[in-house]
């Protein structure tokens, strides 16, 4: 399993146009602000650079099935997801279906969404701790992860599985009845970063790569 974080902020999307496929030319013009350009973009950007770097593959095609969770067209063992958040975006490659998620730790979070979706035993622990900005933050990563693995999205009712809310604070986080595995990151004490896959990722840790060094790597 490969895990790979890049902060987006410097990245110079007049210098990069030429490494992005069309498909995503078009859909960085429809996005108002430059910070939405440049998340869409280096994600692109990222998954291409893991592949080529660690799989040695070149101009790879992509297609999405019918919840629009992309996968490899030539390449159906090789899993990957994508996720952003503020100036990051995150890129996990697995043998096997894979799910990230990174969220920037916002003090405009509100309770009552873990009151209506997250299931009970999950909101009353969150009611219950110290800090309930970083337990609710916590859920919501772990939450859209797993989503993300089973490649559903937000389409699944998110009450219809619940954490072990016993396990949620060491390192065997899991859903009752399910065998996923999680593993939960911080990102300078600002964002929160989740992993959902089969394999053990305890030991893993987000390589940061600088967006310079992908712009002098021939993709």
């Excluded at 069309?22 to 950007?45: C, H, M, P, T």
């Excluded at 219950?128 to 939450?143: A, D, E, I, P």
């Excluded at 394999?199 to 987000?206: D, G, K, M, Q, T």
Aim: aromatic share 14%.
């Amino acid at each position: 399993m490969l895990l790979y974080i890049m902060n987006v902020s410097k990245l110079d999307i007049g210098k990069i146009l030429h490494l992005i496929s069309d498909d995503r030319l078009k859909k960085i013009d429809n996005f108002v602000f430059l910070k939405d350009k440049k998340l869409s973009a280096g994600g692109e950007l990222l998954l291409n650079y893991v592949l080529k770097t660690k799989y040695n593959i070149k101009n790879p095609t992509y297609n999405v099935n019918d919840y629009g969770k992309p996968y490899l067209v030539d390449y159906p063992n090789i899993h990957f997801n994508i996720s952003h958040s503020g100036d990051y975006v995150v890129c996990g490659v697995s043998k096997f279906p894979i799910g990230v998620d990174i969220e920037f730790i916002s003090d405009k979070f509100d309770l009552k969404i873990a009151k209506k979706y997250f299931h009970e035993k999950e909101y009353e622990y969150i009611l219950n701790h110290t800090n309930q900005k970083y337990s609710f933050f916590k859920f919501w990563v772990l939450k859209e992860s797993y989503l993300k693995n089973i490649g559903f999205g937000l389409n699944e009712n998110l009450k219809s599985f619940i954490f072990d809310v016993d396990t949620i604070d060491n390192d065997n986080i899991h859903i009752l009845g399910k065998s996923h595995k999680f593993a939960l990151f911080e990102i300078e004490n600002k964002y929160l970063l989740a992993i959902c896959s089969f394999e053990n990722s305890n030991n893993i840790i987000p390589v940061n790569i600088d967006p310079i060094k992908i712009l002098n790597y021939e993709l």
